[in-house]
């Protein structure tokens, strides 16, 4: 099987196995979920405050809170 020249891997098996073994794979829970969406309406509103107006029409994303949210549970483990 060929790869594409825009494909990082050859199939979704070949991805997962990458992940599996480069990254320490963490469960989402409601806990974990309900901090996000907090995050998530705060970086909202940080953003519709901005003193630069290019920032004013933007809004955190569900994938950036989250990552905060687990960068931030693992710092305090």
């Known amino acids: ?3 594409r020249e ?5 199939n979704d098996k ?7 073994t480069y990254f320490d794979l963490t469960p989402l829970d409601s806990q974990t ?3 996000a969406s907090k995050i998530k309406i705060v ?7 901005s ?7 933007r ?4 994938s950036d809170a989250t990552t ?8 305090y483990q």
């Open 1 to 3: 099987m060929e790869k």
């Open 6 to 10: 825009d494909q990082l891997f050859y």
């Open 14 to 20: 070949e991805l997962l196995d990458f992940i599996e």
């Open 33 to 35: 979920a309900l901090k």
């Open 43 to 49: 970086g909202d509103q940080l953003l519709k405050e």
């Open 51 to 57: 003193n630069d107006p290019m920032l004013r029409h």
């Open 59 to 62: 809004k955190l994303s569900v």
């Open 68 to 75: 905060i949210t687990l960068a931030e549970n693992t710092m």
